[in-house]
């Protein structure tokens, strides 16, 4: 009866004892799930600010070719007509597209 008695203990040691490194080998997955999930978010958020910077340099120099082509065009010319009437009527003339834009910036 001791024997039955010592065995059935050990058995049911022997089960705890999975049981308990079956909860450790879990956590230890879920923490390294974890880790990896943290260090895909961390790649997410910097491919995510690579692509609004790139996007964000394209803007800028997308805006800045339309002003040169409108400073060149259509502006060009009213200011060339503009200029000639401030000098008839003692006026300075205006000043340069680029030297309002730095000013409005600042």
């Known amino acids: 009866l ?11 040691l022997e089960q705890k004892g999975k049981s308990i490194q079956n909860v450790k080998d879990q956590r230890t997955n879920k923490d390294r799930n974890k880790a990896d999930l943290l260090m895909v978010c961390c790649l ?6 690579i692509i609004l910077t790139d ?3 394209y803007r800028c120099s997308n805006l800045c070719n339309q002003i040169l082509t409108f400073s060149e065009g259509d ?4 200011k060339a007509n503009v200029n ?4 008839e009527l003692g006026y300075p ?9 730095d ?4």
């Open 44 to 49: 997410f958020y910097e491919l995510s600010m």
């Open 84 to 87: 000639h009437l401030c000098a």
């Open 55 to 57: 996007f964000c340099i």
């Open 75 to 78: 502006y060009a010319s009213a």
């Open 2 to 12: 001791l024997t039955a008695h010592i065995l059935s203990a050990h058995a049911s």
């Open 103 to 106: 000013k409005k910036a600042a």
């Open 93 to 101: 003339p205006l000043p340069l597209l680029q030297s309002m834009l």
